[in-house]
């Protein structure tokens, strides 16, 4: 029997994320600096420990998802003093590309420590975020796709045969859904903000070819009260998660959903990014051996984005499941 007070939470924090300097770029250095482990441990729970990203040749991972035309690319651009990766605002300085590998690192190494027993769940505070990355563009501050490559990385190193990869930032995944859009061995259950920029993610899009029925999007229009947006993602996500039953569960968590956030028009707040995570606790306890993965994408109030990084977190760290209460 396992003591649930041992059951630990892994924190992953890399100084690469330091090294993707985009000035006063809305996605810039502070968020990692508000999210490093000497600034936030104090609010975290006893049982989160706090973990070094591990030496994974992460580009060779990058290369399950990216071509390698497209990430030598990033590198020339990077080499050459950095500038713009698309035509809207994806920007690399020189070091951004060891940024984005430290981003991927970092997941990779969460997946060891869960897949390992070490801990039961994970969180990583990295940065670039990932999810608007396409197979072989940059796109809305993101350069890689840590977590398709994640979801990768477990099948192919760790032999997860059925990844669920649900995406709660108020942006739509739709990096995420295009590289799974036609695979069913990974369900993609993304709530954002509709209309929005990318202006996708609507619930007619539901994946093709085999992946049909595997790609679920729910859109809240804006305005919606947090009561609304947590009952649709009750009433819709929840129901898909459980009908397909994943080996392991992982999180885009980007807490731009917030009512003070500045890039959207929702109102969650702590409390609501709290009951998600219990209810995605809950459906792992199920399926999953307890097992999630959560990686930060968006969420640029600075001091919103700490605090539900610490109420996230410390739910993943404190939560049991009616069948672990009283062990
Ligand atoms: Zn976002």
């Known amino acids: 029997m396992i003591d649930a007070q041992l059951l630990k939470t892994a924190y992953l924090w ?6 993707h300097n985009t000035g006063t770029h809305v996605e810039n250095l ?11 441990r104090s609010e975290l729970a006893q049982n989160v420990i706090y973990e070094e990203p591990g030496n994974h040749d992460a580009l060779t991972w990058v290369h399950t998802v990216h071509p390698r035309e497209y990430t030598e690319w990033v590198e020339r651009v990077c080499a050459k003093g950095g500038g713009l990766l698309d035509e809207g605002d994806t920007h690399v ?4 590309m060891q940024a984005a590998l430290g981003a991927v690192d970092a997941a990779l190494a969460a997946a060891d420590r869960v897949m390992s027993g070490a801990a039961r769940n ?12 396409l197979i072989d563009r940059a796109m809305g501050f993101c350069i890689f796709a840590t977590i398709s490559i994640l979801a990768r990385y477990l099948q192919r190193k760790h032999n997860i045969k059925k990844v669920a990869i649900v995406d709660f930032d108020v942006h739509h995944g739709n990096g995420t859904q295009d590289i799974f859009y036609e695979d069913p ?36 229009p804006p305005g919606t009260s947090e009561d609304a947006q947590l009952a649709m993602f009750e009433d819709v996500a929840l129901p898909a998660l459980r009908k397909f039953a994943p080996e392991l569960l992982l999180i885009s968590a980007g807490f731009d959903a917030h009512r003070d956030d500045p890039l959207a028009d929702l109102n969650l707040t702590e409390a609501g990014y ?3 995570t219990r209810q995605l606790m809950d459906i792992a306890a199920d399926h999953c051996g307890q097992r999630i993965i959560s990686l930060l994408e968006g969420g640029y109030q600075l001091d919103h984005l700490h605090s539900c990084v610490i109420a996230h977190v410390n739910t993943l760290a404190t939560h049991r499941n009616p069948g672990q209460v009283a062990k």
């Open 274 to 276: 709290e009951q998600m």
């Open 185 to 220: 061995s990974v369900l993609v259950v993304s709530m954002q903000q509709y209309p929005l920029w990318p202006m996708s993610g609507l619930p007619d899009e539901t994946g093709d070819g085999p992946g049909e029925g595997f790609t679920i999007n729910i859109a809240v």
């Open 30 to 40: 502070k968020r990692a600096e508000t999210l490093r482990p000497e600034k936030i």
């Open 122 to 133: 994970a969180f990583c505070a990295i940065r670039p975020p990932g999810h608007h990355a």
């Open 93 to 96: 300085c020189p070091t951004s």
């Open 14 to 19: 890399t100084p690469a994320a330091l090294l």
